[in-house]
C-alpha cells in the first residue's frame, strides 16, 4: 500500500509536469509568432531602397558598361583581357588592368541604395527603429526566459533549480548558435544581385528535367568566341546588345526579387531552427517524467493483479472458514458415540 501511494504521488506530480511542459510549448509557439513579425518588419526596410537601386541600375547601366570597355590607351592588347572576362562569365582579375567584375559594376547603383539599409540590418546593438535583425533574436530570448520562470515559479519549478537552470541554459546555446547561421547567409544575400546578374548574362533553362543552353548563346560566350579584324569593337558591341536584352526582359527586378527571397529564406530558416532547437530540448527536459509515467503504468497492472489475487485468498478464506463452521455444525449435532453400559 505504501508504495501505491508513493507512486500516486509520483503520477500527480508527472500529470503537473506534463501540463508545465504543455504551457512551454504554448508560449513558445506564441512568441515564435511575434519573432517572425518582427523579423518580417526588420526585412521590410530593405524594399524600398532595392527599388530605387533598380531603377538607377536601369538608367545608369549602359554608361556603366561603356567605362569598363573604355581604356585611355586604345584597345591594343584589351582584346584578349576581354576575352578572358567573357570566358570568366564576366569576371577576371588582369595583371595590368586589376581585378574586372562586369556583373558587380552593373550591380553598383543597387549596392548603393541598399548598403546602409543592408549594414542596418546586420548590425549589432538596439536601434530604435527596428531595423535590426539580432536585437529582436535577443528580445525573443529574454521574453521566453523570463516565461519560462514565471511558468516555473508559479508551477513550483523554485524547488528543481538544475531543471530551470538547464532549460534557460539551452535557450541562451540555441539561439546564440543562431548568429553565425545569420552571419554565413548574410554574405550570400548579399551577393545575390551580382550573382544573379551573372547568370542571367549566361541564360540557360530547365526543360522535361535536364538543364540546357538556351537558343540563343549566352553573350559571354558568344563575345569570347569573337576573333579577326576590329574582334575588340565586336565584342564590345555583343556585350553592349546582350546586355540591352536582359534589361529589357527585367533582369535588375529578377535581382531583386532574388535577393528578397533569400531575405524570406533566411526568416524561415531562423523560425524552423528555433522550433525544433526548442521542441527537442523541452522534450529532452520532459523525458524523465515520460519514463516515470510508463513505470506508472507498469505499477497499475500490477495492482490490479494484486487486487485480484487478493479477491481469490479472500474468498477461499471466506470458504475455508465456512467448511470448519460447517464441521463443527454437524459433530455437534451427531449422537453420542460412548459405549452399551456395562453389567
Not at 548568429?179 to 540557360?204: A, F, M
Request: some cysteine.
Amino acid at each position: 500500500m505504501i508504495k501505491l501511494q508513493k507512486n500516486k504521488v509520483l503520477k500527480e506530480k508527472l500529470k503537473s509536469e506534463y501540463l508545465h511542459v504543455s504551457g512551454l510549448r504554448r508560449s513558445v509557439e506564441e512568441k515564435i509568432q511575434l519573432l517572425e513579425k518582427a523579423i518580417d518588419q526588420c526585412f521590410a526596410h530593405i524594399v524600398q531602397p532595392l527599388q530605387e537601386g533598380v531603377r538607377n541600375a536601369r538608367s545608369s547601366y549602359q554608361r556603366i558598361l561603356g567605362a569598363c570597355l573604355v581604356r585611355s590607351r586604345g584597345n591594343q592588347g584589351f582584346h584578349q583581357t576581354l576575352k578572358a572576362v567573357c570566358l570568366k562569365n564576366g569576371i577576371y582579375a588582369s595583371r595590368t588592368l586589376g581585378r574586372i567584375d562586369l556583373n558587380e559594376a552593373i550591380t553598383q547603383p543597387i549596392y548603393e541604395q541598399i548598403d546602409p539599409v543592408f549594414g542596418g540590418i546586420f548590425r549589432s546593438g538596439k536601434p530604435t527603429d527596428g531595423s535590426a535583425l539580432m536585437p529582436h533574436i535577443d528580445a525573443f530570448k529574454h521574453s521566453l526566459q523570463e516565461k519560462m520562470m514565471e511558468i516555473g515559479i508559479r508551477n513550483g519549478w523554485k524547488y528543481d533549480g538544475y531543471k530551470k537552470s538547464f532549460l534557460i541554459q539551452e535557450i541562451s546555446a540555441i539561439l546564440g548558435g543562431l548568429e553565425g547561421h545569420i552571419l554565413r547567409k548574410k554574405r550570400r544575400i548579399y551577393e545575390s544581385l551580382s550573382t544573379s546578374v551573372q547568370n542571367d548574362l549566361k541564360p540557360c533553362y530547365e526543360e522535361n528535367g535536364a538543364t540546357c543552353m538556351n537558343i540563343y548563346k549566352c553573350m559571354y560566350v558568344e563575345a569570347a568566341q569573337i576573333t579577326g579584324k576590329k574582334a575588340c569593337e565586336r565584342m564590345k558591341d555583343v556585350l553592349r546588345r546582350g546586355l540591352d536584352q536582359q534589361v529589357a526582359e527585367g533582369m535588375f527586378e529578377r535581382a531583386q526579387e532574388r535577393m528578397q527571397h533569400q531575405f524570406h529564406q533566411l526568416k524561415n530558416g531562423i523560425t524552423e531552427k528555433v522550433k525544433g532547437s526548442v521542441t527537442a530540448m523541452l522534450t529532452l527536459a520532459s523525458s524523465q517524467g515520460d519514463g516515470l509515467h510508463k513505470e506508472l503504468a507498469d505499477v497499475k497492472s500490477e495492482y490490479k493483479e494484486m487486487e485480484k489475487l487478493h479477491r481469490s485468498l479472500r474468498e477461499a478464506a471466506e470458504n475455508a472458514l465456512l467448511r470448519r463452521a460447517m464441521q463443527d455444525f454437524l459433530l455437534r449435532m451427531s449422537p453420542s458415540k460412548s459405549g452399551p453400559p456395562k453389567t
